[in-house]
């Protein structure tokens, strides 16, 4: 504190409005509107997931395109997760080979045939086709 009133006055005034238009001020601005406008847009992302679009007046071929255009990214989207699957089981696979530990190579062959052995017997043609 300072023996001049206005130098005191002019010191606390400085405290008070240094954080508001200094550069901590500007920095508190910006991450304020980052803040609203992320606010925003998971807002308009959430109202864009719920909301249904009315097809009234929209032809019934234009539907079943989009309807079967929907069915095969699904079937895509499937195999891509088969594919990925069976890559990792190779590599995994692979790693263990390299290591030269035959054993370890025998038990993963085995386990993996067993595995696979019952997946594919519980998903079987000629089961019930309940899980």
């Known amino acids: 504190m300072s023996t ?3 130098e005191s006055f002019h010191s606390e005034l400085k405290k008070i409005t240094s954080s ?3 550069l901590i001020g ?3 601005g910006i991450v304020n509107i980052d803040c609203k406008k992320r606010s925003k ?3 308009a992302s959430f109202d864009f997931r719920i909301k249904k679009v009315s097809t009234y007046g929209v032809d019934d ?3 079943k395109k989009y309807v079967q255009t929907e069915q095969q990214k699904g079937a895509e989207s499937q195999k891509i997760a088969v594919g990925e699957l069976t890559k990792r089981m190779c590599d995994r696979y692979w790693h263990v080979e390299e290591m030269g530990d035959v054993e370890r190579m025998q038990s993963f062959i085995s386990m993996l045939e067993a595995f696979v052995d019952l997946i594919i017997s519980r998903f079987d043609n000629n089961s ?3 899980t």
Request: no cysteine; aromatic share 0%.
């Open 4 to 6: 001049n009133s206005l």
């Open 128 to 130: 019930s086709g309940k």
């Open 20 to 22: 508001l238009h200094g």
């Open 26 to 28: 500007a920095v508190h």
């Open 41 to 43: 847009a998971e807002s």
């Open 61 to 63: 071929d234009i539907l």
